[in-house]
Structures are given as C-alpha cells and as structure tokens.
C-alpha cells in the first residue's frame, strides 16, 4: 500500500518563486493536513481539510495557499517563496469515525524545501 | 486550548538502561493521546495511543505509556534501550472523537551510547 505519497521530495526554490507540494493518499481519508517542521519547534499545522472541497487554517498559514479539489488530493502551494519557508514539509492524513485507527494520523516522507 | 509539553528536547541513555520520556498535556475534554517516532531522514509513525480503554498502553518495538489523568501525564517509557531506538519521539493530544486537529509537542530527540 502506498499510504500517503508526498512530491516533489526535494526542491530549491529561489525568493519570490512559486511552487506547489502535492499530497496523494490511497485510504479515502477524509481528512488531510499540512504540517511544517523546524528545529526545535516541533510540527506546526499549516493548513488542513476535513473533506473535499473543504479548507481550513492552522496555526501557521500566512504565505501558503492549499486546495483540495479532489478526496485524494491535497496541494500546498507558495506564491511567492521566502527563506522563512525554508523547512520539511509534512502530508498527514485520517479517516473518520471509530475502529483501531481512531484518531491515527498517516504521515508522507516529508518534502525538503530550501529557498534561497 | 489543547496544549502539549515535553521535557526535554534531549535526551540520553546507554544501552540497555531505562528509556522516560516525558509529556505532559492540557485539554478541557477528556483527550486521545499519541506517541510518534521520527527515524531520521522519514516521516511519523504511530508508537501507541490513548483513546479512553486501558491507562497502560502498549506500543511497537516494546515501549508502553500510562495514562495518569491526575497528574495530565502520557510518559513513554522501555525497559531498555536498543541502539536502534535512537530517533525523535513527539507526544500529541487531540478531543477524544470528532475533534480534526491533532496538537505536538516539540519532540524528544532520544541519543542512545553503546
């Protein structure tokens, strides 16, 4: 099972560039999250959806933009790259309801962004 | 709010030895709570969780984390320490049920010396 696919895995952004992360699952999650991570703070949620069609923000979502036009999907984009957005970039995903899996978020690999 | 503390974003053990780590939470509705590892170089995965059934829960690769509601604690602890448990641990809560979001802590980056 591919779980949650994140690409690209790496990209080198320059300021002001404009680029796109792309989050795929296969478990018909409902749910799905973008999280950030830097040194020592942890993952901080960017934004999240909790349904097609559906956006919503988190904790840190100045400067990035999502959609989620499809159940599967959902993409982070940046309009317009800074070095501040210089971080590992987390997909997450959930199902709904009970089960062994409540609550459980899924993670993707992560995608390394640099902007120089 | 929901919040999530970890103490200290260290720490070290030899192998071997007793492995704590230690989270602490605050949430106004009685709270699912998650252990993930991070290998490094790869993404999240689940450890173990606390979702309302027994206090003492058992995860993967022999840790275990007691849920004590008096002191809003979820410490992650193993018997001993394996040179391959070195990897970042983060504690998270979310609302029992419906709530979307999950909150992290700051992560525990566990160093284990032979």
């Known amino acids: 099972n591919a779980g949650v696919t994140q690409t690209p895995k790496f990209r080198v952004l320059k300021t002001g560039q404009s680029m796109t992360l792309l989050c795929a699952q296969d478990?018909?999650?409902?749910?799905m999250y973008w999280y950030r991570q830097d040194p020592g703070m942890g993952l901080r949620l960017i934004h999240y959806?909790?349904?097609?069609?559906?956006?919503a923000k988190g904790e840190v979502p100045d400067g990035y933009n999502v959609s989620r036009l499809k159940k599967q999907n959902f993409l982070l984009g940046l309009e317009s790259a800074a070095p501040s957005q210089t971080s590992v970039y987390f997909c997450a995903s959930k199902g709904l309801g009970t089960g062994p899996n409540t609550g459980e978020l899924f993670f993707g690999e992560g995608s390394r962004l640099t902007v120089l | 709010a929901q919040s999530v503390t970890q103490l200290g974003s260290h720490v070290s053990v030899s192998e071997g030895a007793l492995v704590l780590l230690r989270c602490n939470y605050s949430s106004s509705v009685p709270p699912y709570l998650f252990w993930y590892v991070q290998y490094p170089n790869q993404g999240l995965q689940l450890l173990l969780k606390y979702t309302s059934a027994a206090t003492l829960v058992k995860g993967i690769n022999g840790f275990e984390a007691e849920f004590k509601k008096s002191e809003t604690s979820f410490h992650l602890t193993k018997p001993s320490a394996h040179m391959s448990d070195a990897a970042e641990y983060f504690c998270a809560v979310s609302f029992q049920g419906g709530s979307e979001k999950l909150v992290f802590g700051k992560g525990t980056k566990l160093t284990v010396n032979p």
């Open positions: 959806s909790v349904g097609e069609g559906t956006t």
């Open positions: 478990m018909n999650h409902e749910y």
